[in-house]
Protein backbone atom coordinates (compact mmCIF):
# COMPACT_ATOMS: atom_id res chain seq x y z
CA UNK A 1 0.00 0.00 0.00
CA UNK A 2 0.83 3.32 -0.53
CA UNK A 3 2.46 5.57 2.09
CA UNK A 4 4.42 8.61 2.41
CA UNK A 5 6.13 8.83 6.00
CA UNK A 6 7.37 12.11 7.18
CA UNK A 7 9.62 13.30 9.67
CA UNK A 8 9.17 13.96 13.28
CA UNK A 9 8.00 17.71 14.69
CA UNK A 10 10.74 20.47 14.83
CA UNK A 11 11.25 23.43 16.83
CA UNK A 12 13.19 26.15 15.65
CA UNK A 13 14.46 29.76 16.81
CA UNK A 14 13.29 32.68 13.80
CA UNK A 15 15.94 33.02 11.40
CA UNK A 16 16.61 29.17 11.36
CA UNK A 17 16.18 26.55 8.68
CA UNK A 18 14.20 23.33 8.70
CA UNK A 19 14.74 20.34 6.38
CA UNK A 20 11.44 18.23 6.41
CA UNK A 21 11.59 14.41 4.98
CA UNK A 22 9.54 12.65 3.04
CA UNK A 23 9.88 8.42 2.52
CA UNK A 24 7.79 6.93 0.34
CA UNK A 25 6.87 3.35 0.16
CA UNK A 26 4.48 0.62 -2.03
CA UNK A 27 4.77 1.87 -5.60
CA UNK A 28 7.30 3.29 -8.46
CA UNK A 29 8.46 6.79 -6.43
CA UNK A 30 9.87 8.31 -10.10
CA UNK A 31 5.95 7.90 -11.81
CA UNK A 32 4.42 10.76 -9.68
CA UNK A 33 5.49 14.03 -8.33
CA UNK A 34 5.28 15.37 -4.56
CA UNK A 35 3.57 18.29 -3.42
CA UNK A 36 4.32 20.18 -0.21
CA UNK A 37 0.87 21.71 1.19
CA UNK A 38 1.41 23.83 4.38
CA UNK A 39 -1.45 24.52 7.21
CA UNK A 40 -0.75 26.92 9.91
CA UNK A 41 -2.74 26.30 13.38
CA UNK A 42 -6.79 26.83 12.71
CA UNK A 43 -6.00 27.88 9.24
CA UNK A 44 -6.59 26.22 5.44
CA UNK A 45 -4.32 24.95 3.04
CA UNK A 46 -1.68 26.32 1.29
CA UNK A 47 0.45 25.12 -1.36
CA UNK A 48 3.98 25.65 -1.45
CA UNK A 49 5.41 23.58 -4.35
CA UNK A 50 5.92 20.33 -6.45
CA UNK A 51 8.98 18.36 -7.70
CA UNK A 52 8.95 15.69 -9.97
CA UNK A 53 10.25 12.49 -8.95
CA UNK A 54 11.76 11.26 -12.20
CA UNK A 55 13.64 14.17 -13.50
CA UNK A 56 13.53 16.59 -10.37
CA UNK A 57 12.11 19.88 -11.57
CA UNK A 58 10.18 22.31 -9.38
CA UNK A 59 7.78 24.85 -9.25
CA UNK A 60 7.54 26.76 -6.21
CA UNK A 61 5.13 28.94 -4.89
CA UNK A 62 5.42 32.52 -5.59
CA UNK A 63 5.84 33.83 -2.38
CA UNK A 64 8.09 31.11 -0.69
CA UNK A 65 10.81 31.39 -3.72
CA UNK A 66 13.94 32.23 -2.91
CA UNK A 67 13.41 30.64 0.84
CA UNK A 68 11.95 27.05 -0.26
CA UNK A 69 13.68 24.15 -1.57
CA UNK A 70 12.58 20.41 -2.54
CA UNK A 71 14.54 17.48 -3.39
CA UNK A 72 14.53 13.97 -4.05
CA UNK A 73 16.67 10.73 -3.33
CA UNK A 74 15.40 8.43 -5.71
CA UNK A 75 18.09 5.84 -4.32
CA UNK A 76 15.99 5.84 -0.91
CA UNK A 77 12.80 7.14 -2.29
CA UNK A 78 12.52 9.81 -0.27
CA UNK A 79 11.50 13.31 -0.86
CA UNK A 80 12.96 16.46 1.49
CA UNK A 81 11.19 20.26 1.94
CA UNK A 82 13.90 22.53 3.11
CA UNK A 83 12.34 25.85 4.11
CA UNK A 84 15.35 28.79 5.34
CA UNK A 85 14.82 32.18 7.14
CA UNK A 86 12.20 30.67 9.47
CA UNK A 87 9.69 33.18 10.72
CA UNK A 88 6.71 32.75 13.43
CA UNK A 89 4.33 33.22 10.53
CA UNK A 90 5.95 30.05 9.45
CA UNK A 91 5.14 27.95 12.47
CA UNK A 92 2.47 25.15 10.29
CA UNK A 93 1.48 21.43 9.94
CA UNK A 94 3.58 20.70 6.75
CA UNK A 95 2.84 17.34 4.51
CA UNK A 96 4.16 16.38 1.44
CA UNK A 97 1.60 14.08 -1.15
CA UNK A 98 1.83 12.35 -4.06
CA UNK A 99 0.03 13.49 -7.33
CA UNK A 100 0.91 13.28 -11.12
CA UNK A 101 1.66 16.57 -11.56
CA UNK A 102 1.53 20.43 -11.07
CA UNK A 103 -2.68 21.02 -10.56
CA UNK A 104 -3.39 17.01 -10.58
CA UNK A 105 -5.12 15.83 -7.72
CA UNK A 106 -3.19 14.68 -4.50
CA UNK A 107 -4.19 10.99 -3.60
CA UNK A 108 -2.06 10.13 -0.64
CA UNK A 109 -0.60 12.31 1.97
CA UNK A 110 1.87 12.08 4.61
CA UNK A 111 1.10 12.54 8.19
CA UNK A 112 2.34 15.71 8.73
CA UNK A 113 4.96 17.18 10.51
CA UNK A 114 4.61 20.70 12.70
CA UNK A 115 7.23 23.19 12.70
CA UNK A 116 7.18 25.69 15.23
CA UNK A 117 9.21 28.62 14.62
CA UNK A 118 9.22 30.42 18.35
CA UNK A 119 12.61 32.29 20.12
CA UNK B 1 -8.15 36.03 1.06
CA UNK B 2 -8.28 32.60 -1.15
CA UNK B 3 -8.30 32.49 -4.87
CA UNK B 4 -11.06 30.28 -4.39
CA UNK B 5 -13.93 31.30 -2.39
CA UNK B 6 -15.69 28.92 -0.03
CA UNK B 7 -18.52 29.02 2.61
CA UNK B 8 -16.52 29.19 6.35
CA UNK B 9 -19.27 26.72 7.73
CA UNK B 10 -22.42 24.67 6.40
CA UNK B 11 -24.91 22.62 8.66
CA UNK B 12 -27.24 20.66 8.36
CA UNK B 13 -29.00 17.41 9.83
CA UNK B 14 -28.72 13.53 9.30
CA UNK B 15 -29.98 12.57 6.82
CA UNK B 16 -30.07 15.50 4.98
CA UNK B 17 -28.29 16.91 1.38
CA UNK B 18 -25.51 19.79 2.18
CA UNK B 19 -24.27 21.50 -0.82
CA UNK B 20 -20.73 22.94 -0.45
CA UNK B 21 -19.63 25.99 -3.33
CA UNK B 22 -16.32 27.18 -4.46
CA UNK B 23 -15.98 29.82 -6.67
CA UNK B 24 -13.22 31.12 -8.55
CA UNK B 25 -12.14 33.09 -11.88
CA UNK B 26 -11.48 32.92 -15.69
CA UNK B 27 -7.58 32.46 -14.52
CA UNK B 28 -8.16 28.87 -12.73
CA UNK B 29 -11.78 27.06 -12.41
CA UNK B 30 -13.22 29.29 -15.63
CA UNK B 31 -10.08 29.09 -17.70
CA UNK B 32 -11.00 25.06 -17.75
CA UNK B 33 -8.70 23.20 -14.98
CA UNK B 34 -10.00 20.83 -12.96
CA UNK B 35 -11.41 20.51 -9.39
CA UNK B 36 -10.66 18.40 -6.65
CA UNK B 37 -12.24 18.16 -3.22
CA UNK B 38 -10.70 17.13 -0.05
CA UNK B 39 -12.01 15.93 3.73
CA UNK B 40 -9.96 16.56 6.77
CA UNK B 41 -10.98 15.12 10.09
CA UNK B 42 -9.80 16.91 12.94
CA UNK B 43 -6.32 16.16 13.60
CA UNK B 44 -5.83 14.20 10.46
CA UNK B 45 -3.94 14.55 6.99
CA UNK B 46 -7.03 15.36 4.32
CA UNK B 47 -8.00 12.83 2.36
CA UNK B 48 -9.14 12.78 -1.69
CA UNK B 49 -13.29 12.63 -1.86
CA UNK B 50 -13.81 13.95 -5.48
CA UNK B 51 -10.96 14.48 -8.18
CA UNK B 52 -11.74 15.78 -11.71
CA UNK B 53 -14.49 17.90 -10.88
CA UNK B 54 -17.03 14.64 -10.63
CA UNK B 55 -14.84 11.46 -10.17
CA UNK B 56 -14.94 9.70 -6.81
CA UNK B 57 -11.59 7.58 -5.87
CA UNK B 58 -12.57 3.73 -5.03
CA UNK B 59 -13.77 3.35 -1.10
CA UNK B 60 -15.21 7.26 -1.12
CA UNK B 61 -19.31 6.56 -0.91
CA UNK B 62 -22.00 7.56 -3.65
CA UNK B 63 -23.23 9.97 -1.14
CA UNK B 64 -20.65 12.52 -2.25
CA UNK B 65 -20.70 13.88 -5.64
CA UNK B 66 -19.11 16.59 -7.36
CA UNK B 67 -20.16 19.49 -10.39
CA UNK B 68 -18.47 22.37 -12.11
CA UNK B 69 -19.76 25.11 -14.53
CA UNK B 70 -18.40 28.20 -15.28
CA UNK B 71 -16.20 29.41 -12.97
CA UNK B 72 -17.75 27.57 -9.92
CA UNK B 73 -17.66 23.96 -8.91
CA UNK B 74 -20.06 22.65 -6.16
CA UNK B 75 -19.48 19.75 -4.00
CA UNK B 76 -22.98 17.61 -2.63
CA UNK B 77 -23.25 15.10 0.23
CA UNK B 78 -27.03 13.45 0.55
CA UNK B 79 -27.59 11.19 3.46
CA UNK B 80 -25.69 13.22 5.88
CA UNK B 81 -24.16 10.80 8.20
CA UNK B 82 -22.49 12.27 11.92
CA UNK B 83 -18.98 11.06 10.54
CA UNK B 84 -19.25 13.46 7.95
CA UNK B 85 -18.54 16.23 10.40
CA UNK B 86 -15.14 17.71 9.02
CA UNK B 87 -13.59 20.75 7.08
CA UNK B 88 -13.35 20.31 3.41
CA UNK B 89 -11.68 22.04 0.54
CA UNK B 90 -11.16 22.38 -3.40
CA UNK B 91 -8.33 23.19 -4.60
CA UNK B 92 -7.76 23.80 -8.77
CA UNK B 93 -4.94 25.13 -10.89
CA UNK B 94 -4.60 29.13 -11.65
CA UNK B 95 -2.53 31.01 -14.37
CA UNK B 96 -2.34 34.19 -15.13
CA UNK B 97 0.25 37.11 -16.01
CA UNK B 98 1.50 37.01 -12.55
CA UNK B 99 2.37 33.14 -12.67
CA UNK B 100 1.20 29.73 -12.39
CA UNK B 101 0.05 27.92 -9.49
CA UNK B 102 -1.97 25.20 -7.19
CA UNK B 103 -4.98 26.91 -5.34
CA UNK B 104 -6.83 25.88 -2.67
CA UNK B 105 -10.26 27.72 -1.39
CA UNK B 106 -9.76 28.65 2.13
CA UNK B 107 -12.00 25.66 3.52
CA UNK B 108 -15.60 24.44 4.64
CA UNK B 109 -16.40 23.32 8.18
CA UNK B 110 -19.60 21.32 8.03
CA UNK B 111 -21.61 20.31 11.02
CA UNK B 112 -23.72 17.77 11.83
CA UNK B 113 -26.38 18.95 13.52
Known amino acids: QVQLVQSGAEVKKPGASVKVSCKASGYTFTSYGISWVRQAPGQGLEWMGWISAYNGNTNYAQKLQGRVTMTTDTSTSTAYMELRSLRSDDTAVYYC????????????WGQGTLVTVSS | QSVLTQPPSVSGAPGQRVTISCTGSSSNIGAGYDVHWYQQLPGTAPKLLIYGNSNRPSGVPDRFSGSKSGTSASLAITGLQAEDEADYYCQSYDSSLSGSRVVFGGGTKLTVL
Open chain 1, 97 to 108: ARDLGVGEYIDY
